[in-house]
């Protein structure tokens, strides 16, 4: 007969084609490829199996069952039902026995499992009728839904190889006979166990046959070997009647005495791989000769190893009758007989710190592989993990009991202990009793949990006792990094892609479904892309701990057929699309993961990690969970994390949010209950505070309060108060303060001073040499307690009440409280940089900008400013500190220049205006007036609307509600004005450059006044929205502090007004003096009034020489307040010359024309005089000269052209 093997890949095809054949036009086809390679088959069979074969029916042929696996693709909008329907129906057609060939009949074909894509995503394999899924698979994937629980007929996922199952036996079913050898371990007193193996042959001979489960029959048990150490510390190994040792076993160890050598029932030792005593030993051994040859010693190869237990240390663990001490020797002894081949001695050296460090010695007669070592230790860690229960759920149960029937206790009380600390009934340890045996619950359970556990049932005035067998630990969390998470390539069948994944010690993992998969903490697989991977457009594959499924991570592919990748070959995110969002793993030993999306510029941009150590994040998960029996060991746990792990907590926002979480869930804890905190406890705290607050920390916590502020802007409307992180943390350390033991005591970290002290009357206190604090009297004896941070500017933003910008934290913040009112105390403060001025005395107020919290002053006031020290009176206890500004002007002087300067720059560009109407229907008459008078219309009315949004911005950032829309709207209008005056001053320039220098010939007035306004409101309109565009997304288009005016330090928007105004200056000033040469070097212009035309050139090159410069200077000493802000000086002129911007531009723009002055005279009627006609032309005034001089006429009346030529030199004049 053939072999199975050959006949199963031949079925496999077989019923796969029949069923998809049957009734197909091509069935013929399919039936002559079997048989063609059925012949193939056969032409390779041994000549012997060829003359064995012969015509196969049902009752005598082998039954082979082959499970067959079948992948249909069904269209999107075809329903997966449908396609099993047609299969189920398939399956029912077939007539049965089908002679498939001569020596392979198809006897049954049952349809066991169904399965397919459901509604979101994922996939369902559904049993058919009388079949149902076990309770393990059920268990690991999930019953579909409540219905199925019961009788799992359903999951959700695909199972690797496995099926449906028969729900029952409906058939019986020949028995199979099979002898199953089990070791049973039992610790005992150290006393001969002769009667506890008498018992144990006792219940042996008790068990009758019995049904283990439906299709499992136990037969017969027997008592073979019993292994045990004496009195003398010798292990022996005793045979039961019936039983016998091998003589090669036998002189391997050595009989127990000279009374088994004939018969060897008993020897010295516990022999390796699994051997026992026999039934079959008939022969009698032989004693030894006493006469060997000479043989020389023995070589032995030793190795020192050591491990490590997740567990305290503790010294007394080196006592060799302490229970960790006898439970690791025994498992490294077990472990060492079964792995490490012609042991000799396994020895437990000893314990050491660093958790808790084992280290032993083995020697053996031979040659010690690295791969049994390693297979050592992997079985100790296997051995002592269910040695100290290993704690992943969340809940642990412990069983007390039942005792000893033969005790005949009534239980009627429990009392459970933890180390020897009495452990009461709340809302995480349940008491109950069944079955005479009392269960401990233990819900969240927690590392503040581990420990030994220990019970006592009372009955009356007796009592039994039990302690549990080990030590309970909750190991480590393992954290699974894979590269890639999320990777979209290009499907190319045959390509090999690296898959990644590694996890912490002392984890192993594997690529679950895949047979040559690495095992290891860090493992690496080449995935290779078959077409049905492409059909599916992805390739989902799992890395997983083994031992632990339920602690696994998917890589996921997305195979594309086509398209060119914006973002190529990222290290993290790999390659995606445009917007395309990309995922990658975090490090060992953080959780969550890191997303960016892929931009245009070809880069994964707006990259976020929002990774938190696992540590951190199990101690979070506690914080809610906490009562006074754990809190000083969470709070130790607290601190020894955060200094343990200080770099990645400073460098990380989301650690920084977490700690903060827990210290404010800290807080709420103590603060809602009665329980105070120990001096222990707080050292903890501020330790922990400590690292918080190092300057490591500042750049995380910039970016926790600029989220916090934008957070705020988002969700103003809709949330009444958003507390910002920074806040958070004062606010718990206030709490936890609150709850500060009543005890005079100093606690002092690198960065915190906290002192604590009790006083009657008054009391004056110096911390640190940085705070003095004077309090003149109290209401009775008060227990005070100050905190002093060194660094906790850092955390806390200069924000004040004002939105004042330039602020800093120029003292020592203090934490002051008392257990009595206290409305009258002093604080002095150290300056910490003394170049800084304007000093405000402050307390953080919780409430301010909608519960960001900030600064505020109401209830303190400045008493007086030394040269190193600043005092304060303050009418309430909080927290404390000094703003100052990192420049000295004085405000109030400022102001005022501001102020009175802007209404006069007002009012004159009010009168500039109203002139300019008056006089606007003479200007229209000539080309080239009306030309000149365009932008100066334009500059006055765009420096008036500036100057009013000025004044609604000063009233906007100086209110009590700050509105930072209203405040960005300002800050838009007068950014575009101010720029509009500018580009109006560059498009007179421009006239001026086409008026003397012809180069672009002649050109329309509307033309001219087309372009004009294109650039005096076009070029102004793109850059500012450009500006709010780029900067406003990321809350940098105005002050942080809610000034109305371009943001500097953070995004540097003002540089967009800037450097168009001061290049605008730079090319007038150009174009000023290209006219200025081209004036005085034209034999032939005229300036007089008679040439009218030639002298608005000159009218027009004078207003600019005067205003250019002005403009200029102006802000010139606005960016001098940027490079140096100490300076009062530069600060006051600045004031001035930008206040006064609309005086200048009536003066010397409007004033000072004699054009104006002419027009404005001609609106009277007509009056001759003797030094010349008025009329209603561009006036008869005789002055000439290119800024106005007097030249003086006698005769009125026309002139000559020999008079107007010899005037028209404008040297002359």
Avoid at 353 to 373: H, M, P, R
Avoid at 868 to 892: A, K, W
Wanted: net charge negative; with cysteine.
């Amino acid at each position: 007969m053939k072999l199975l093997k050959a006949f199963r890949f031949i079925v496999l095809l077989l019923l796969a084609g029949y069923i998809f054949c049957l009734n197909k036009d091509y069935t013929p086809s399919f039936n002559s490829f079997f048989k063609e390679l059925t012949v193939r088959q056969r032409s390779h069979s041994h000549a012997r199996e060829k003359r064995a074969a012969g015509d196969c029916f049902p009752e005598n042929c082998s039954k082979i069952n082959v499970d067959i696996f079948l992948s249909m693709d069904t269209p999107n909008n075809a329903e997966a039902i449908e396609f099993i329907n047609v299969l189920r129906g398939a399956v029912e057609n077939v007539i049965l026995p089908l002679h498939i060939i001569d020596e392979l009949v198809l006897g049954s074909v049952n349809l066991t499992t169904a399965c397919y894509p459901n509604s979101t995503g994922g996939h369902q394999c559904h049993c058919e009728d009388q079949l149902l899924w076990s309770s393990d698979i059920c268990d690991t994937y999930g019953a579909c839904s409540n219905a199925s629980t019961q009788n799992c007929d359903c999951i959700n996922g695909i199972p690797n190889g496995q099926f449906c199952e028969p729900s029952i036996i409906t058939l019986p079913t020949p028995l199979m006979t099979a002898s199953v050898i089990t070791v049973i371990k039992i610790r005992t007193l150290k006393t001969e166990p002769t009667n506890l193996i008498q018992q144990l042959r006792e219940a042996v001979d008790i068990v009758l046959q019995f049904n283990a489960t439906t299709d499992l029959i136990v037969t017969s048990l027997n008592l073979t070997t019993v292994c045990y150490t004496n009195f003398n510390g010798q292990q022996q190994c005793q045979c039961e009647d019936q039983f016998l040792w091998s003589c090669e076993i036998c002189e391997t160890y050595g009989a127990c005495n000279n009374d088994s050598i004939g018969n060897c029932d008993c020897i010295n030792g516990i022999p390796p791989d699994g051997q026992f005593c026999e039934t079959n030993v008939t022969a009698a051994c032989l004693p030894p000769s006493t006469e060997s040859a000479p043989t020389g010693p023995p070589t032995l190869e030793a190795r020192s190893l050591s491990f490590t237990m997740n567990i305290d240390f503790d010294e007394s663990y080196n006592d060799e009758n302490n229970d960790v001490y006898q439970i690791c020797l025994l498992s490294i002894e077990t472990q060492s007989r079964i792995h490490i081949l012609g042991l000799q001695s396994a020895d437990l050296l000893g314990f050491s710190a660093g958790s808790t460090i084992a280290d032993f010695e083995i020697t053996a007669n031979t040659s010690i592989q690295d791969a049994a070592v390693d297979a050592l230790l992997m079985a100790i860690f296997s051995d002592l993990r269910n040695t100290f229960p290993v704690v992943f759920d969340n809940n642990v149960t412990v069983t007390c009991g039942p005792p000893p029937v033969e005790l005949d206790l009534r239980i009627t009380s429990t009392e459970w202990r933890r180390d020897g600390v009495l452990i009461n009934e709340d809302d995480r340890h349940s008491f109950s009793q069944a079955n005479g045996a009392e269960t401990l619950l233990i819900t969240n359970y927690f590392f503040t949990d581990n420990g030994r556990y220990q019970c006592q049932l009372f009955d009356e005035e007796s009592s039994f006792r039990q302690d549990s067998n080990g030590r309970f630990n909750r190991l480590e969390t393992p954290t699974i990094q894979t590269v890639p998470l999320q990777n979209t390539i290009l499907c190319e069948v045959g390509q090999q892609v690296s898959l990644q994944c590694s996890v912490q010690d002392p984890y192993q993992l594997e690529f679950r479904g895949i047979s040559n998969s690495e095992t290891g903490p860090a493992i690496q697989h080449q995935v290779t892309i078959t077409q049905a991977d492409c059909d599916n457009q992805g390739l989902n594959i799992i890395c997983q701990v083994i031992d632990l499924p339920l602690f696994r991570r998917e890589l996921r592919l997305v195979l594309v057929l086509d398209g060119a990748f914006t973002c190529v070959a990222d290290p993290e995110f790999g390659n995606g699309f445009l917007n395309d969002v990309g995922r990658a793993s975090c490090e060992i030993n953080e959780v969550g993961e890191k997303t960016a999306i892929c931009r245009v510029s070809g880069e994964w941009e707006d990259r976020e990690d929002n990774c938190t150590l696992q540590r951190i994040v199990e101690l979070l998960g506690q914080s809610r969970f906490l009562d006074e029996i754990t809190l000083p060991e969470f709070l130790e746990e607290l601190s020894n994390v955060t200094l343990e792990l200080s770099q990645q907590v400073t460098e990380s926002p989301n650690n920084i949010d977490a700690i903060v979480t827990i210290i404010n869930n800290v807080a709420t804890f103590v603060t809602t209950s009665t329980i105070q905190i120990s001096q222990v406890s707080m050292e903890d705290v501020l330790l922990t505070t400590d690292v918080l607050t190092r300057d490591e920390a500042r750049e995380s916590w910039d970016i926790l309060n600029l989220e916090a502020l934008i957070e705020t802007i988002e969700t103003r409307n809709t949330i009444p108060r958003n507390e910002s992180v920074s806040s958070l943390l004062l606010f718990g350390l206030e709490g936890i303060t609150s709850r500060l033991i009543n005890a005079s005591l100093n606690i002092e970290t690198p960065l915190i001073l906290l002192n604590k002290t009790t006083f009657t009357n008054s009391f004056n206190g110096d911390f640190n040499s940085t705070v003095e604090i004077d309090i003149e009297e109290s209401s009775g004896p008060t227990n005070l307690t100050v905190i002093t941070f060194e660094s906790l500017d850092n955390v806390l933003p200069p924000r004040d009440e004002n939105n004042a910008t330039g602020r800093v934290i120029n003292g020592r913040v203090v934490l002051v409280q008392s257990d009595t009112t206290v409305d009258n105390v002093s604080f002095t403060f150290d300056i910490i940089d003394e170049t800084l001025g304007n000093p405000q005395c402050v307390f953080w107020n919780f409430t301010l900008f909608e519960g960001l919290g900030g600064w505020d002053d109401e209830g303190c006031e400045l008493v007086v400013r030394d040269d190193e020290t600043v005092t304060c009176q303050c009418d309430h206890l909080t927290s404390f500190s000094i703003l100052m500004s990192p420049f000295v002007p004085n405000r109030r002087v400022l102001d005022f220049i501001t102020y009175i300067g802007v209404g006069i720059s007002m009012a004159s560009l009010v009168i500039c205006l109203i002139i300019e109407a008056l006089i606007w229907k003479e200007v229209r008459k000539k080309d080239k007036a009306h030309l000149s008078h365009i932008p100066i219309v334009n500059i006055a009315l765009s420096l008036l609307i500036a100057n009013i949004w000025f004044i609604i911005g000063a009233s906007i950032s100086e209110g009590d509600k700050k509105n930072p829309d209203a405040c960005t709207a300002a800050t838009f209008f007068i950014h575009f004005f101010y720029l509009v005056l500018f580009f109006w001053m560059l498009a007179s320039a421009l006239l001026l450059f086409y008026l003397t220098v012809f180069i672009f010939g002649n050109i329309s007035k509307t033309t001219l006044i087309a372009i004009g306004f294109s650039l005096g409101y076009g070029a102004p309109l793109i850059i500012t929205v450009i500006t709010i565009a780029v900067t406003e997304p990321n809350n940098a288009y105005i002050q942080e502090t809610v000034i109305c005016w371009l943001n500097w330090d953070k995004s540097r928007a003002l540089l967009a007004f800037v450097i168009p105004a001061l290049l605008i200056v730079l090319i007038n000033i150009v174009i000023i003096i290209v006219a200025l040469v081209t004036i005085l070097h034209s034999k032939g212009m005229s300036i007089t009034v008679q040439n009218n035309d030639n002298y608005i050139v000159v009218e027009i090159a004078r207003t600019l020489a005067i205003l250019t410069p002005f403009f200029g200077i102006t802000w010139s000493l606005g960016v001098g307040t940027l490079t140096d802000p100490t300076n009062l000086g530069i600060h006051i002129a600045f004031a001035f010359f930008n206040s006064l911007q609309g005086f200048f531009i009536l003066v010397f723009g409007t004033l000072l024309s004699r054009q104006v002055r002419s027009l404005i005279l001609g609106l009277k009627p007509s009056q001759n005089s003797g030094s010349g006609t008025a009329t209603t032309s561009f006036g008869t005034s005789s002055s000439g000269g290119l800024f106005g001089k007097r030249n003086n006429r006698k005769n009125g009346g026309n002139n000559s052209s020999s008079d107007a030529t010899a005037s028209s030199q404008v040297a002359s004049s």
